[in-house]
C-alpha cells in the first residue's frame, strides 16, 4: 500500500449513481490506461482500448490528458479530446469506452499547475498549495423515532383532512364501512407510493430508502391536502374566481415539485437533468389538461363550480345585487342555445348516417 505523502493522485472508478466502486493510488507520472497489462491501470472494460489514454506532464510541469488512437475515443469533463488537454487543477472526470474515472490530485500539484503559468519563478515559488476543494460533510439519515415525528405528524395531519373530507360528503346515518375505503386506503396508498420510490433507490443507490421518502412525502402530501381543501374555500370567500380556476395549476405545480423532490433523493448526482424532465413534465400536463378542459367548456379553464359552499359568516366580500347576477347569467343563455343546436345537429347527421344502410 502507497503511502500518502507517495501518493500524487488518486483514481476512482464511478458507477452510474456517482458512488465510488473502487480506487487506486498514482505514485508518479506518467500514467497510461487501458486493456493491456502494460497499463499502468488496466481497465477490464471491452469498449476500451490496449492503449488508450496517457496522462503525463507537458514542457511547463503541467498535466496534460493524451488521447490515444481508439475507437472510442476519450471525454473530458463531458468533451470529447482529440489529441490532448490541459487537466484542471482541481482534478477531472474522465469517461474511457463505458468506464467513467474521477482524478483526484494532491494539493501540491495543483499549487505546480498554478504556478506553471506564471510569469516569473518567484511567483511560481510564492504560489501556496491549495486544499483539495470537498463538499461538505452529509449527516447521515435519522430514521430514529425522533426524526420521524414531524413526517408522522404530516401524515396524522393527512389522514384527519381526508376523513373530514369523507364525513362532509358522506349521507348522514351513513355506514362504518363507509370510513374504511379513507382509514385503509390512505396509509396503503403512502405505502406503496414510497416502496416505488425505495425500490429506485434500490436500484440507483443500492439501499432500500423507505423511511428518507416518507420523510419527503409526508410533509408536501400535507401541504396538497391543505391546499385542495382551503384553496377553493377561500376563493368562494373573497368571491374570486380566477383563484377558484388556478387551484388546478397550483395543484399540478405542488405534484411537480413531490416529483422533483423524490427524483432529485434517488438521483442526487443527475439534478439539471431531473429538473429538465420535471418541468418538461409540467408543461405537457398543463397542455393536456388545457386541452381536455377546452373540449368539455369549450375554455381552456373550468367556470367555478363547488359543492359545498363556505358558510355566510366566513364571506369576505361585499355581496352583489340581484339585478347585477342576472345580468351575469345573460350569457348563459345564448351559450346554452349554441350547445342545443350543436347537439341537434349532431344528433341529424347521426341519423343521416343510418339511414342508407337500414
Known amino acids: 500500500m502507497e503511502r500518502p505523502e507517495d501518493r500524487v493522485a488518486l483514481i476512482e472508478w464511478l458507477e452510474r449513481d456517482g458512488h465510488v466502486q473502487r480506487s487506486v493510488d498514482v505514485a508518479a507520472w506518467p500514467l497510461s490506461l487501458g486493456r493491456a497489462l502494460?497499463?499502468?491501470?488496466?481497465?477490464?472494460?471491452?469498449?476500451?482500448?490496449?492503449?488508450?489514454?496517457?496522462?503525463?506532464?507537458?514542457?511547463?510541469?503541467?498535466?496534460?490528458l493524451q488521447a490515444l488512437p481508439s475507437r472510442n475515443g476519450v471525454k473530458l469533463d463531458g468533451k470529447h479530446v482529440t489529441?490532448?488537454?490541459?487537466?484542471?487543477?482541481?482534478?477531472?472526470?474522465?469517461?474511457?469506452?463505458?468506464?467513467?474515472?474521477?482524478l483526484r490530485l494532491r494539493a501540491e500539484i495543483r499549487s505546480e499547475a498554478r504556478a506553471a503559468d506564471a510569469a516569473d519563478a518567484a511567483a511560481a515559488e510564492a504560489t501556496p498549495a491549495v486544499p483539495e476543494p470537498l463538499a461538505p460533510e452529509k449527516p447521515l439519515p435519522d430514521d430514529t423515532a425522533g426524526g420521524l415525528r414531524a413526517p408522522l405528524l404530516a401524515g396524522l395531519c393527512v389522514l384527519l383532512l381526508a376523513l373530514a373530507d369523507q364525513w362532509v360528503t358522506l349521507d348522514p346515518g351513513a355506514d362504518y364501512t363507509a370510513w374504511l375505503p379513507t382509514l385503509l386506503g390512505?396509509?396503503?396508498?403512502?405505502?406503496?407510493?414510497?416502496?416505488?420510490?425505495?425500490?429506485?433507490?434500490?436500484?440507483?443507490?443500492?439501499?432500500?430508502?423507505?423511511?428518507?421518502?416518507?420523510?419527503i412525502a409526508?410533509?408536501?402530501?400535507?401541504?396538497?391536502?391543505?391546499?385542495?381543501?382551503?384553496?377553493?374555500q377561500l376563493?368562494?370567500?373573497?368571491?374570486?374566481?380566477?383563484?377558484?380556476?388556478?387551484?388546478?395549476?397550483?395543484?399540478?405545480?405542488?405534484?411537480?415539485?413531490?416529483?422533483?423532490?423524490?427524483?432529485?433523493?434517488?438521483?442526487?448526482?443527475?439534478?439539471?437533468?431531473?429538473?429538465?424532465?420535471?418541468?418538461?413534465?409540467?408543461?405537457?400536463?398543463?397542455?393536456l389538461q388545457s386541452?381536455?378542459?377546452?373540449?368539455?367548456?369549450?375554455?381552456?379553464?373550468?367556470?367555478?363550480?363547488?359543492?359545498t359552499l363556505?358558510?355566510?359568516?366566513?364571506?369576505?366580500?361585499?355581496?352583489?345585487?340581484?339585478?347585477?347576477?342576472?345580468?351575469?347569467?345573460?350569457?348563459?343563455a345564448g351559450q346554452l342555445a349554441a350547445r342545443v343546436a350543436q347537439a341537434s345537429k349532431d344528433e341529424e347527421e347521426g341519423v343521416g348516417e343510418d339511414e342508407p344502410g337500414e
Open 218 to 232: 409526508l410533509p408536501w402530501l400535507l401541504v396538497m391536502a391543505l391546499v385542495s381543501t382551503l384553496w377553493p
Open 38 to 64: 502494460d497499463n499502468t491501470v488496466v481497465l477490464d472494460d471491452p469498449h476500451v482500448a490496449a492503449h488508450h489514454a496517457r496522462v503525463e506532464t507537458d514542457a511547463s510541469g503541467r498535466l496534460q
Open 291 to 307: 386541452a381536455l378542459t377546452w373540449r368539455r367548456h369549450d375554455s381552456l379553464v373550468a367556470m367555478p363550480y363547488m359543492s
Open 83 to 102: 489529441a490532448t488537454a490541459l487537466l484542471p487543477a482541481a482534478g477531472a472526470l474522465l469517461q474511457l469506452g463505458t468506464t467513467r474515472l474521477r
Open 235 to 287: 376563493a368562494a370567500a373573497l368571491a374570486l374566481p380566477r383563484m377558484w380556476q388556478a387551484g388546478g395549476l397550483v395543484n399540478t405545480l405542488l405534484t411537480a415539485l413531490l416529483l422533483h423532490a423524490h427524483l432529485r433523493h434517488t438521483l442526487p448526482q443527475h439534478r439539471r437533468a431531473v429538473t429538465t424532465v420535471v418541468a418538461a413534465v409540467v408543461i405537457a400536463g398543463v397542455g
Open 186 to 215: 390512505v396509509p396503503l396508498a403512502l405505502a406503496v407510493w414510497c416502496g416505488f420510490w425505495a425500490l429506485l433507490s434500490k436500484l440507483f443507490q443500492h439501499r432500500f430508502d423507505f423511511a428518507g421518502h416518507l420523510r
Open 310 to 332: 363556505p358558510m355566510p359568516v366566513l364571506r369576505l366580500s361585499g355581496t352583489v345585487p340581484s339585478a347585477e347576477l342576472v345580468q351575469d347569467m345573460a350569457p348563459l
